[in-house]
Structure formats: C-alpha cells, structure tokens
C-alpha cells in the first residue's frame, strides 16, 4: 500500500497570507490526524478527523482549521500567518479511532513564514 | 492530563554496543504506548507499542522495549546498534482509561546517535 502523502513538501509564506496544506491517508484508513513540529515545542496535536467529522481537537487558534473529504483525503488551513506558524506540519492516518491503532505519518510540510 | 518525558536530549553510542533511550510518562489511568522513529526530512516511523500482556515488546528493526508499571517507564533498547540507527526517537502515549477519542502525547525525543 502507498503511504501517507502530503503536498506540498515545502512551502514559502507572507505574514498574513493564508495557507491550506493537503493530506492523502493510507488506503483504508479513515482516520486523519493533524500535527505541528517545531524545536521548541516538539509535536503538538492539531486535530483528528473520522468521517468527515473533527473527533478532538488540540489547542491552537481557530486561525487552525481542517476538513475531512468523504475520500479520507484532509485539509488544513491557516488563516493569518505570523511567524511562530513556521514548522514542519506532519499528517498521520490510522484504520479507525480506537486507542490501540498505530498512525502513519507522512513525510510533512515545511512551512516558512516570512 | 496525560504526559511523556525523554529526559536525555541526545545518546551518544559506538556501533556494536547496547543502546537504550529512556521514556517515562504520566496518566490517570493504564496507558497505551508507542515509540516512533524520524530520519532527516521524513516523517515518524511507526517502531513498535505496548498495549497489554507481556512487558517485553519486541519492534521493527530489531528495536524492542520494556514496560515497567512501577516506575512508569517504557525504555526502548537494541542490543547492538548500527551507525543506522542514528535518528530522533518519539516515545508516545494515550491513556486508555479515558473515555472517547484521545489524542496521542508525545515526548520531545531523543536524538540517538551512533558513532562507527
């Protein structure tokens, strides 16, 4: 099965603009999660979609938003770049929300804001 | 509130030799756990978890890791390390005692790396 793929891999941005980034999850999985990296703050949860429907969401700014197509395939957004946005914006799948399924990552976003 | 801690930064280890990378975490109730690796530019690789039963978990690679309830601890060790194994480790955990869908806690990770 191919992996889980995110697109685009880098991505170069204004302060103020907006940016959607895409997430393609694991044949069969259901269940995207959304997850912000940086030095600092290592791996934040953003928020987790089954169905179409936003199952949990961590603590960030409603800037952060995201949706979930009846495909499986999610989409993030960030509305109003400021500079502590710049990170590495990773996407995981797994089968279902049940708290034993590992999830799959994809290989990120590189996220510049400046 | 659910919590991990990696409490080295980077290991430092000669090919050949054992190689341990410390987790410790925090939940109100059983947890589930997982250890994930990243090599430069990719994102995490799935390495092995711990659900329930046997408190050895054995993982891809040859990695595997041992649970110990008493000490809340989840370290993932190798018995020989390959100049390969050089990546940042992920411990994770979920509380399963938790109703509803939990999101999965990461640690800040540690940076392995080993030397030829």
């Known amino acids: 099965k191919a992996g889980v793929t995110q697109t685009p891999r880098y991505l170069i941005k204004t302060r103020g603009q907006q940016v959607t980034l895409s997430c393609s999850p694991i044949?069969?999985?259901?269940?995207v999660s959304w997850y912000q990296q940086t030095p600092g703050q290592g791996l934040q949860f953003l928020f987790e979609?089954?169905?179409?429907?936003?199952?949990n969401k961590g603590n960030f700014p409603g800037r952060f938003s995201g949706r979930q197509f009846s495909n499986s395939r999610s989409e993030m957004n960030v509305s109003t770049l400021e500079l502590g946005d710049s990170a590495l914006y990773l996407c995981?799948?797994?089968?279902?929300?049940?708290?034993?399924?590992?999830?799959?990552f994809g290989p990120g976003t590189r996220l510049t804001v400046t | 509130a659910q919590s991990v801690a990696q409490p080295e930064d980077q290991v430092n280890v000669a090919e050949g030799n054992p190689l341990t990378v410390k987790c410790t975490y925090s939940?109100?109730?059983?947890?589930?756990l997982f250890w994930y690796v990243q090599y430069p530019n990719r994102g995490l690789q799935f390495l092995l978890k711990?659900?329930?039963?046997?408190?050895l978990v054995k993982g891809s690679y040859g990695f595997e890791a041992e649970f110990n309830k008493s000490q809340t601890s989840f370290h993932l060790k190798k018995p020989s390390a390959l100049v390969s194994d050089s990546a940042l480790y992920f411990c994770?955990?979920?509380?399963?005692?938790?109703?509803?869908?939990?999101?999965?806690?990461f640690g800040k990770g540690t940076r392995l790396s080993v030397i030829a």
């Open positions: 939940v109100s109730g059983n947890p589930y």
């Open positions: 979609y089954f169905s179409e429907t936003q199952r």
């Open positions: 995981a799948s797994r089968e279902g929300t049940g708290p034993t399924y590992e999830q799959y």
């Open positions: 994770a955990v979920r509380d399963m005692t938790r109703a509803g869908n939990t999101p999965l806690v």
């Open positions: 711990y659900i329930t039963g046997d408190n």
């Open positions: 044949s069969g999985h259901r269940s």
